[in-house]
């Protein structure tokens, strides 16, 4: 019985530790989790994120060529998502067309909108 306390204890640390991160840094991917928490191996973090995903307490977020990040569900945020093509950085932004009238019989979950940022833009 004290045994299952501690091992609750420890995950419940771990999924606590997860959404902290993600509170202050908005999206992260299973490496930057683990980089980010002392003593955590890489299954823990990634069992950790997997049931958080599965409770809806945050969401994964898929970009260009596969790469996964994580960020906290909240219902009453619904955003997409702008990617610089040149340095990487990832934005939020909000677009008022959610139902994309040329998709008949689709329903669009995400956006992900690519191009040059504020800065990178000013470079060319």
């Given amino acids: 019985m004290q045994v299952t306390c501690i091992i609750i204890m420890r995950v419940n640390v771990y999924k606590n530790k997860i959404l902290k991160l993600l509170e ?7 490496a930057d989790i683990h980089n980010k928490i002392a003593g955590a191996d890489y299954s823990t ?5 997997d ?4 409770d809806n307490r945050i969401r994964k977020v898929v970009f260009d060529k596969g790469k996964i ?4 569900s909240k219902d009453t945020d619904k955003h997409d998502h702008f990617l610089c093509l040149d340095c990487g ?8 067309f959610r139902d994309l009238s040329l998709l008949s ?3 669009v979950s995400d956006l992900l909108v690519r191009g040059l940022c504020g800065s ?5």
Avoid: A, T, W
Wanted: hydrophobic share 35%; charged share 20%; proline share 0%.
């Fill in 51 to 54: 049931q958080l995903v599965s």
């Fill in 69 to 72: 990040m994580y960020e906290l």
């Fill in 120 to 124: 990178c833009n000013q470079k060319v």
């Fill in 105 to 107: 019989n689709h329903k």
């Fill in 45 to 49: 973090v990634y069992r950790n994120v």
């Fill in 24 to 30: 202050r840094n908005h999206l992260l991917s299973i």
């Fill in 89 to 96: 950085d990832i934005e939020e932004i909000n677009v008022s």
